[in-house]
């Protein structure tokens, strides 16, 4: 079982809907992430927040919107995506260290554009 | 640039067989080596990881996989795999902060 917990597990959205997912964490971890991973492919980095902060964003479309309310939450914004973006969303954190960071993933929001 | 290779893609095996997936990364400094396990419609997991020490690390599971810096290697071991662990792995390392570069994975099939 992961530490990092997802909701929802599930979601499908038209191109015009704005939604959102959401991401805990009470490991406390002080760098969250969001990865975005299609099948069969490793996962890729979208945005990474330390110490609450934005830090990395991969040059991910606006539509994207990430969101770090505390050290324990995280949230995606989703508004006017595309069927492209239909893919698992992964949430992850780690601890900030020099070196040597675990990152541990949670269970994922699959997400479905229609 | 920084790269993680895996070389077997697919690989079918029977219950019993040893198990060995290779890993290769180019980076000449020093790095942090993981490998993660994603079961069929479930998130990915930490098998193992190597930050510094003892060349060979166990994971969970019966894993094992061994650090060779000459080579540039990270390969995961099982000496008796089970259809439990039909999955697909993932080799990654860890070169710049927060950012971990991916294998492309390999698909595990376990034949019962």
């Known amino acids: 079982d992961t530490e990092v917990t997802q909701t929802p597990k599930h979601l499908v959205m038209g191109m015009t809907n704005k939604k959102s997912l959401k991401c805990e964490q009470h490991?406390?971890?002080?760098?969250m992430y969001w990865y975005k991973q299609k099948a069969k492919k490793p996962p890729e980095l979208m945005f990474v927040?330390?110490?609450?902060?934005?830090?990395i964003n991969e040059s991910v479309p606006s539509r994207f919107s990430p969101e770090c309310p505390n050290s324990s939450l995280l949230n995606l914004h989703l508004h006017a995506l595309q069927p492209e973006d239909s893919a698992l969303y992964l949430c992850?954190?780690?601890?900030?260290?020099?070196?040597?960071?675990?990152?541990?993933f949670g269970e994922g929001s699959w997400l479905t554009v229609v | 640039a920084q790269s993680v290779s895996q070389h077997n893609h697919h690989v079918i095996l029977s219950e019993a067989a040893s198990l060995e997936l290779g890993c290769n990364y180019s980076?000449?400094?020093?790095?942090?080596l993981f490998w993660y396990v994603q079961y069929p419609g479930q998130h990915l997991q930490l098998l193992l990881k190597?930050?510094?020490?003892d060349p060979l690390v166990k994971g969970i599971k019966g894993f094992e996989a061994e650090f060779i810096k000459s080579k540039f290697s990270f390969n995961l071991r099982k000496p008796s795999v089970q259809w439990s662990d039909t999955a697909e792995y993932f080799c990654?390392?860890?070169?710049?902060?927060?950012?971990?570069?991916w294998g492309a994975g390999t698909k595990l099939i376990i034949k019962p």
């Open positions: 190597y930050f510094s020490g």
């Open positions: 490991m406390g971890h002080r760098a």
């Open positions: 980076y000449g400094g020093t790095v942090n």
């Open positions: 927040y330390s110490y609450e902060k934005l830090s």
């Open positions: 992850a954190s780690s601890q900030v260290r020099l070196s040597g960071n675990t990152i541990y």
């Open positions: 990654a390392v860890d070169v710049v902060d927060y950012q971990l570069i």
